[in-house]
């Protein structure tokens, strides 16, 4: 890992010198826009839409729209004068319970290396933070900006999350938080029951981007010239029951059954997911038969036909001699 920022942490009169480091990283695979005929690069080029040259960095400032066509243009040096509480400090500002912290505040995450002789007290800091089960708010500027962050201990390391300002959590507005709902005892008893039946303890090396492993599994492929094995599709979820407390109930039946568990009583009573499929089953077996049925009267047609015809012929075979017996039987006339 590489130090993206050096400073000190200030704990009362004790500064501790520390280096930071991202604590996490994204995986997502990341591509770069071709030409689709020849895989050539696409390049961009930044140009004035007022005077249309291309414009270099160096000659690139920052500018506040304030709407009707207007603009205000900031330069280094007006952001160099901002008021930042200390551009190589990260200062502790109190001590309070972590639960108290909402998650939804919390932004980005850095690991936090004691540097040069700074060990000793980075390790009080640490062990006293953890023994008061506590996390430390503190203020640090970076990349020229004052951020809200907390102080806590991960893995024998200190780490530092930052947070977002209260004014940038947006408050919820739906319709729905205003209408009178009402919850049954007995459907929040039995929703009660699906999140026990689903209770588990987590583990995030159990759980895996799919989307990412198969798009890394086409990109190979590519590589080596070899076809794209598809995977087995899903099979699809049913659709949604009418019935809420017919969908909760077949909910933790599934649950209790991937567990192995025995199902519980009535649990062979029908809900709207197996009537739905029992229905299926029932539609099909009369359609069945029938194609059967008539199967079988296609298939015994040409053996009927061929009965038909071997006793037809049969028949004529037989008349010229019984022609002739008759014609020997009668009596002959006298002169």
């Known amino acids: 890992m590489r130090a993206i920022w050096k400073g ?17 990283e994204e995986k997502d695979i990341r591509f770069h826009q071709v030409h689709r005929a020849d895989g050539g690069r696409i390049r961009y080029k930044r140009t004035c839409q007022v005077c249309g040259e291309e414009v270099t960095y160096d000659d690139i400032a920052k500018g506040y729209d304030l709407g009707g066509g207007e603009m205000v243009i900031l330069t280094d040096e007006d952001f160099a004068e901002l008021p930042l509480t200390s551009s190589r400090a990260i200062d502790v500002l109190e001590f309070v319970p972590a639960e108290q912290v909402d998650p939804i505040l919390y932004n980005k995450a850095y690991f936090l290396e004691p540097e040069g002789s700074a060990t ?13 089960e506590r996390v430390a708010i503190v203020k640090v500027a970076l990349r020229q900006r004052e ?11 200190l ?8 004014d940038e959590v947006r ?21 009660s029951s699906l999140i026990d039946s689903m209770a588990g303890t987590f583990e995030p090396d159990a759980f895996t981007d799919d989307y990412r492993a198969a798009l890394q599994e086409v990109i190979d492929a590519k590589v080596e010239g070899r076809e794209v094995v598809q995977p087995e599709e899903e099979e699809a979820a049913p659709a949604a029951a009418v019935d809420l407390m017919a969908a909760l109930k077949a909910s933790v039946e599934r649950a209790r059954a991937a567990r192995g568990e025995e199902p519980a009583r009535g649990a062979g009573e029908p809900t709207p997911i197996s009537a739905a499929r029992s229905a299926k089953k029932a539609a099909k077996a009369p359609a069945k038969k029938a194609a059967e049925k008539k199967a079988a009267a296609k298939k015994a047609e040409p053996a009927k036909k061929a009965a038909a015809k071997k006793t037809a012929e049969k028949k004529a075979a037989k008349a010229p001699a019984k022609k002739a017996a008759a014609k020997k039987a009668a009596p002959r006339k006298t002169a």
């Open 159 to 166: 780490l530092l999350n930052t947070m977002l300002w209260p």
């Open 147 to 157: 951020q809200l962050a907390t102080l806590r201990v991960r893995e024998g390391v």
């Open 8 to 24: 000190a942490v200030s704990f009362g009169l004790v500064s501790i010198g520390v280096k930071l480091y991202s604590a996490t």
């Open 120 to 132: 000793k007290p980075y390790v009080l800091l640490r062990d006293a933070l953890a023994d008061s």
């Open 171 to 191: 408050t919820p507005d739906f319709g729905f938080l205003d209408e009178d709902l009402k919850v049954r005892p007995p459907e929040l008893a039995m929703a």
